[in-house]
């Protein structure tokens, strides 16, 4: 079955970066636009990044020039780079395909972002 397991959250001072992972199995994931998501306790889930399968890619305008979303085919793995972090950034990451999402998700990884 489809499978998410993100990596790489931690905290980190404001201005920090951190570089976020997800591997994915159960899907042909070079076919796959891949996104990242974020949520907040008591807010709904926030899309944040996409890329497509031939790499072009997609941010809300609260991360632009901050956050670079990327991917390895081979590994059917996705990557969040994350430099400049804000506090407004602390959230549980997750990702999931970039458009419609799976009804799996996996368990996140937490990014607190506090001096």
């Known amino acids: 079955q489809v499978q998410f397991v993100e990596s790489g959250g931690g905290l980190v001072q404001p201005g920090g970066s951190l570089r976020l992972s997800c591997a994915a199995s159960?899907?042909?994931?070079?076919?796959?636009?891949m996104g990242w998501y974020r949520q907040v306790p008591g807010k709904q889930r926030e899309w944040v990044a996409r890329?497509?399968?031939?790499?072009?890619?997609k941010y809300v305008d609260s991360v632009k020039g901050r956050f670079t979303i990327s991917r390895d085919n081979a590994k059917n793995t996705v990557y969040l780079q994350m430099n400049s972090l804000k506090p407004e950034d602390t959230a549980v990451y997750y990702c999931?395909?970039?458009?419609?999402?799976?009804?799996?998700w996996g368990q996140g990884t937490q990014v607190t972002v506090s001096s």
């Open positions: 999931n395909a970039g458009l419609l999402p799976f009804a799996s």
């Open positions: 159960g899907i042909i994931f070079s076919i796959y636009t």
């Open positions: 890329i497509t399968r031939d790499g072009s890619t």
